[in-house]
T-cell receptor, first 114, second 112 residues
Framework: GENVEQHPSTLSVQEGDSAVIKCTYS??????FPWYKQELGKRPQLIID?????GEKKDQRIAVTLNKTAKHFSLHITETQPEDSAVYFC?????????????FGKGTLLTVNP | DTEVTQTPKHLVMGMTNKKSLKCEQH?????MYWYKQKAKKPPELMFV???????INESVPSRFSPECPNSSLLNLHLHALQPEDSALYLC???????????FGSGTQLSVL
């Protein structure tokens, strides 16, 4: 089955700095890579996703890059703000069938210091 | 309506109790999921329903019993749980063959 590794497990930055979180996956058939943000005591929320036919996607201060050859993808947050503090999970899936299964990374606790 | 609603938000139960968790969505999604999440860990998949039929059971102990009465509702029946089953239980839904999961707010379960 799919295995997703995520680094770092914790990341502390100053407000305004950039933050980068990296993930690698094992199954070359995986074709969908979402990122979820989970604030303490709240639900995971999808913040950005990318499919395997795209190398980069951007949404305001958030961007995701994908390198299919190396089987890794990264989340980039620019101009970080205290409200970006949360746990971020990457995930991977092969959405080819009706039995859809996401495999999550172990998460990164991001702390943005004012 | 883009919400997945879960009830109750918090639940405390003894090891001999029977309780049920409920999940509802009105987005027309035909795939629904139960996840278990321990503190500081990623969500772990438990069950997947596709078109109201159980399609994935991730070797979950029989003390957890899922039910999908119709396309909008998903239940998780709990019986004879153990303290290590204490966790946040998340429901999610998606369109069939569509990757975006919409999560509910979860039920924080404590087993005493």
């Amino acid at each position: 089955g799919e295995n997703v590794e995520q680094h770092p497990s914790t990341l502390s930055v100053q407000e305004g700095d950039s933050a980068v979180i990296k993930c690698t996956y094992s199954d070359s058939a995986s074709n969908y890579f979402p990122w979820y943000k989970q604030e303490l005591g709240k639900r995971p929320q999808l913040i950005i996703d990318i499919r395997s036919n795209v190398g980069e996607k951007k949404d305001q201060r958030i961007a995701v890059t994908l390198n299919k050859t190396a089987k890794h993808f990264s989340l980039h947050i620019t101009e970080t703000q205290p409200e970006d503090s949360a746990v971020y999970f990457c995930a991977a899936s092969n959405s080819g069938g009706s039995n859809y299964k996401l495999t999550f990374g172990k998460g990164t606790l991001l702390t943005v210091n004012p | 309506d883009t919400e997945v609603t879960q009830t109750p938000k918090h639940l405390v139960m003894g090891m001999t109790n029977k309780k049920s968790l409920k999940c509802e969505q009105h987005m027309g999604h035909r795939a629904m999921y139960w996840y278990k999440q321990k503190a500081k860990k990623p969500p772990e998949l438990m069950f997947v329903y596709s078109y109201e039929k159980l399609s994935i059971n991730e070797s979950v102990p029989s003390r957890f019993s899922p039910e999908c009465p119709n396309s909008s509702l998903l239940n998780l029946h709990l019986h004879a749980l153990q303290p290590e089953d204490s966790a946040l239980y998340l429901c999610a839904s998606s369109q069939i063959r569509r990757e975006k999961l919409f999560f509910g707010s979860g039920t924080q379960l404590s087993v005493l």
